[in-house]
Nanobody, 123 residues
Framework: QVQLVESGGGLVQAGGSLRLSCVAS????????MGWFRQAPGKQRSKVAT???????EYADSVKGRFTISIDVAKNTVYLQMNSLRPEETAVYYC?????????????????WGQGTQVTVTS
């Protein structure tokens, strides 16, 4: 079983910064990619940023130039540095990973989600 644990959310004023972390643990064979998604009240969950195990990144247009995603494959950890935060970015931020778990010939590819961490940006 694989678990994701997020941290780093909180309350910040507009223009401020936060750094989110997400650690994956369990019987992990390899990580294909990790990412961050967010969901505001009454809205659908949307992609913020993703990164492959090789370091290729993708960002939502609205966060380009302000957010930076990075990965430490050795630690099974993904980070999201968020700068110049805006009130409309208040949401629950979820970590996601696409990875292979197991060992030997007993391998499986699955998608996992964290429990979410609240980010609140005040004006």
């Amino acid at each position: 079983q694989v678990q994701l644990v997020e941290s780093g959310g909180g309350l910040v004023q507009a223009g401020g910064s936060l750094r989110l972390s997400c650690v994956a643990s369990g019987n992990i064979f390899s990580i294909n990619g990790m990412g961050w998604f967010r969901q505001a009240p009454g809205k659908q969950r949307s992609k913020v940023a993703t990164i492959t195990g090789g370091g290729r990144t993708e960002y939502a247009d609205s966060v380009k130039g302000r957010f930076t995603i990075s990965i430490d494959v050795a630690k099974n950890t993904v980070y999201l540095q968020m700068n110049s935060l805006r009130p409309e970015e208040t949401a629950v931020y979820y970590c996601n990973t696409d990875l292979i778990s197991g060992s030997g010939t007993d391998l499986r590819l699955d998608d996992y989600w964290g429990q979410g961490t609240q980010v609140t940006v005040t004006s």
